[in-house]
C-alpha cells in the first residue's frame, strides 16, 4: 500500500509516499481501506522532531474509510461499512489503516467531513471533561476558531456553559455562530475578556499554545482552572494541566457525535483538502497555523 513517511526531520520537503506492506487488524481491531484522513498539528511537530525521536516514521491518527478486514471479535461492524475513527499506530495516512476506536459515520457525512472529526471532539472532550466544564460557568477559548476550538465552543455551549472565544477579527462571525462569544487575542485580552465577563471566567482553554497562560490563570482565577493544549512549557512553569491523550482519552465521544451532527446540533468544517500526494503542501498550510476548520487528505 502507499503511505506517508518521512526518514529524517525537518521542512515538508522530508515527506515521501512509499510503498508499505499491508497492515492487519489485531483482537478488537478493524482494517478499513482509506478515503480520507485528517491532518493535525501533531503531524508537523512529528516531521520536525518535536514529539517521537524514532525514525523512519509513518503518519496520521485519524481516518474514514470502508471496512475491508476485521479482527478477531469484532462483531458491531462488517465487512463494508462506513467507518470513522483513531488508528493507534500513528500510520492512517495511507491506503489502508487499522483502526483501534471507530463507530459508523453519520448518514449525513462524506469521507472527508467523517476524517475531520476524531481528533478535534476526543481532544475537546477530554479537555472539558478536565476542566469539569458544566451547566451555567464561563469558558474562555484561546484560539477558538481551528478544529479543536471550534468543536470545544460547541460542545461546552451543549453542556450549558457560556463561552468567550479568541479568533482573529475575520472569525468572529465564525464563533458568533457556533455559539460563542468572540473577542480578539493579542495585548490586552484580559480587559476585552473582563468587559464580556467583569468577574473574569470559571474556566480557561488554551488550544492555540500562544503564551497566554499568565492573563488566563488571572482571568480564571487559579492555574488548576485553566488546562493548555498546545503550551507543555508554560505549562510546567506555571502550575496548568497540559493535556495529553495518554492520560486517559474521551473515545467515547466518537459513538456519541453522530447523533448530535444528525441532529443539527455540531458541525466541525474542512478547510481544505488535498490529495495524498500533496501531503507537504497540506503540512505547508497546517504548521502556518492560520486553519478554520480541518485540513484533509484524500486517499483512493
Known amino acids: ?8 526531520f525537518g521542512g515538508p520537503e ?9 497492515p492487519h487488524p489485531g483482537p478488537g481491531q478493524v482494517r478499513i481501506a482509506v478515503r480520507a484522513a485528517g491532518v493535525s498539528p501533531s503531524d508537523w511537530k512529528k516531521r520536525r522532531g518535536l514529539m517521537d525521536e524514532g525514525l523512519p516514521q509513518t503518519l496520521g491518527y485519524e481516518a474514514a474509510g470502508v471496512v475491508d478486514e476485521l479482527g478477531e471479535g469484532v462483531a458491531d461492524v462488517a465487512v463494508g461499512d462506513r467507518v470513522f475513527g483513531f488508528s493507534a499506530e500513528g500510520a492512517a495516512q495511507a491506503e ?13 457525512l462524506g469521507f472527508a467531513d ?5 481528533a478535534a471532539i476526543e481532544t475537546a472532550t477530554r479537555a472539558l471533561d478536565q476542566l469539569g466544564v458544566a451547566s451555567g460557568g464561563t469558558l474562555l477559548v484561546n484560539g477558538a476558531s481551528g478544529s479543536v476550538g471550534s468543536a470545544a465552543v460547541q460542545l461546552a455551549a451543549m453542556r450549558g456553559a457560556r463561552v468567550i472565544g479568541t479568533a482573529s477579527p475575520a472569525n468572529h462571525d ?16 484580559a480587559e476585552r475578556v473582563r468587559a464580556l465577563a467583569p468577574d473574569g471566567v470559571g474556566r480557561a ?6 503564551g497566554v497562560l499568565p492573563e488566563l490563570i488571572e482571568l480564571a482565577g487559579a492555574p488548576e482552572r485553566v488546562v493548555t493544549l498546545a503550551d507543555f512549557a508554560g505549562a510546567q ?21 453522530g447523533a448530535l451532527i444528525e441532529a443539527g446540533r455540531f458541525a466541525l ?14 503540512h505547508r498550510v497546517s504548521e502556518d497555523g492560520h486553519v478554520r476548520g480541518k485540513l484533509v487528505l484524500l486517499v483512493g
Open 1 to 8: 500500500m502507499k503511505a506517508a513517511r518521512f526518514h529524517q
Open 14 to 22: 522530508v515527506l515521501e509516499i512509499v510503498e508499505l506492506p499491508d
Open 96 to 108: 489502508l489503516a487499522v483502526l483501534s476506536h471507530y463507530a459508523p459515520i453519520p448518514q449525513s
Open 114 to 118: 467523517a476524517a475531520a472529526l476524531p
Open 174 to 189: 465564525y464563533l458568533r455562530s457556533l455559539g460563542a462569544e468572540p473577542v480578539a487575542y493579542g495585548e490586552g485580552l
Open 205 to 210: 482553554l488554551d488550544v492555540a499554545g500562544s
Open 237 to 257: 512553569e506555571h502550575g496548568v494541566r497540559f493535556s495529553r491523550g495518554d492520560a486517559g482519552r474521551a473515545v467515547h465521544v466518537l459513538a456519541e457525535i
Open 269 to 282: 468544517p474542512v478547510a481544505q483538502t488535498f490529495p495524498l500526494a500533496e501531503i507537504a503542501e497540506a
